[in-house]
């Protein structure tokens, strides 16, 4: 099995002239506005979803049985569908990141062996989006400043956390009782909010790294180094 933390292959960028690598990815753009858009979106989503669970904690015993409460069920309706879009939100702002730093590495003929495209497409290929996005991940880290190639473990920690909250989530969708739904729901969120933040950390590293390395340099036109 590959190393993920060895140095990434050769990008396809790499085989371009510099003129048409600089052309085709849109040369380099900083990431710091997708960066802060995905960061809010991400921590909105997360404030959603603990609304969400506590909705479903508090209001279990009036949407079931014989005494339904319409006004409690429209309540967690409102909240489901508010964290559903904040979810989007969340998942179409952090695609958007991705897709501009690998963009950015091709750019330059950075050694990224992950296009653009499927930095952003792994994540909705089943089981494959596992391990794949995470490779991905390590891979931009390390070709965004490949002087630099040393990691603090954050890509490690924001990938288990996700992917733990990712197994809760789907452990009680499939719980019939609102109120335990609710609750391990909690237990998700909590880790749904350590993802968050080693996630918004990760993109605020992987962007910074980017305006320091090396791959960043200031170009001109033609795709040309500045510094020579």
């Known amino acids: 099995m590959e190393n993920p933390y060895s140095p990434p292959a050769a990008s396809y960028g790499q085989y371009l002239s510099p003129q048409d690598a600089w052309s085709r ?116 880290w390390f070709a965004s400043n490949p002087e630099s190639p040393r990691h603090k473990g954050i890509v490690d920690v924001w990938w288990a956390t996700w992917l733990i909250m990712g197994f809760i989530e789907t452990a009680t969708s499939r719980i019939n009782d609102l109120s335990v739904a609710g609750t391990i729901g909690l237990g998700g969120s909590l880790f749904g909010l350590v993802a968050a933040v080693f996630c918004v950390q990760v993109m605020s590293e992987i962007s910074q790294r980017q305006l320091d390395g090396t791959a960043t340099k200031p170009v001109g036109r033609d795709g040309a180094s500045a510094n020579g």
């Open 25 to 140: 990815y849109g040369g380099f753009v900083p990431l710091k506005t997708r960066m802060v858009w995905a960061s809010v979106a991400i921590m909105l989503s997360v404030a959603s979803s603990v609304i969400l669970a506590i909705a479903q904690t508090v209001l279990a015993g009036q949407v079931t049985g014989n005494g339904e409460n319409v006004g409690a069920a429209l309540i967690l309706l409102a909240c489901a569908a508010l964290s559903f879009l904040c979810r989007c939100l969340a998942a179409l702002a952090f695609c958007l990141w991705i897709h501009r730093a690998a963009s950015n590495v091709h750019a330059r003929g950075g050694a990224m062996s992950f296009t653009p495209g499927w930095c952003v497409g792994w994540f909705f290929i089943p089981f494959a989006h596992l391990v794949k996005p995470y490779r991905a991940v390590m891979e931009l």
